[in-house]
């Protein structure tokens, strides 16, 4: 299916509403810089707006049709009045932006509109910086630049003032998890991944990984043995060879974290906010064999193991740790 301006909406509600009205009314900002954190969907504004002033086939004045000529040549990016910086390495340099501004002396290819987006914008070197600067500083009527940047703290403030600014805010996990199913992922996956990230673009490399599935299995398993003799066992045979890295025993870590924050959703009587929604049993049983304060204490435990985990602290000994404290009338 086709995207329209309303789908950008949903993720995007302020930006598309500015962006659209503005459309209609044909009166465009000669910059814009879109900011936000990754994964909340700023490429794919960009391009959209790319579109919508492009597009031979508008649908109701403003959604692009996705199938003309230049949609088209949009979407693959070889369409020559609409060009894509991205960082050269590690940074964008002078050189690409004064490519740009060639390219853009030329007389228009196909009509006198121009539009460029450049992503990661805050990797601009100061020479290319101030390159863009001056680009930015002579507008020229028909040109329309899109800056994107998840961290705009670290661009130059005379950039900044000569640019709209666009915030992105992230995705509802609703509107992440929807999508996600959308795709054909496990909806018991999809309820995990969206509480572990805001990027649909990590979602969706999470949701597609065997070793993430077999991480949600292990977690609930560690949580039946819990109480048994037999826990300390399962971490040394189990949890250990599973999670290696210390980043992959974080993701352990905040797994078992919506175990609690499940259990604690069932006490409070919110039960449609349970993740693990297949072991909800399991959960109901816990959640009447333990006291609120018990379940907060052991969600505190669990933090406190993340941060003594990023303090370097031995990968086992903290598991083992954790795992006493994780234990009824501990
Ligand atoms: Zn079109």
Known sequence: MNKTWDDISLQQPIIAKMLTNSIKKN???????VEGKKGTGKKEIAKFLAKSLFCKDLKDGIHPCHICINCKRIESGNHPDVHFIEPDGLSIKKQQIQHLQEEFSKTGVESKKKFYIINHADKMTINASNSLLKFLE??????????????????????????QILSTKAVQKSVLTEQLIGEGINPLIAKVVVQLTNSIDEAQNLAQDDWFAESRKIVLQLCEVLDSPSSLFYIQDKWLSHFKEREQTEVGLDLLLLYYRDVLSIMIGEEEAVVYRDVIDHLKQRALQVSRKSVVEKMAAILEAKKRLNANVQGQLMMEQLVLNLQEGS
């Open 138 to 163: 002579e507008p020229n009527q028909e040109t329309t630049a899109v800056l994107l940047t998840e961290q705009v703290n670290k661009m130059l403030d005379t950039i900044i003032s000569r640019c």
């Open 27 to 33: 009166r465009l900002a000669h910059a814009y810089l």
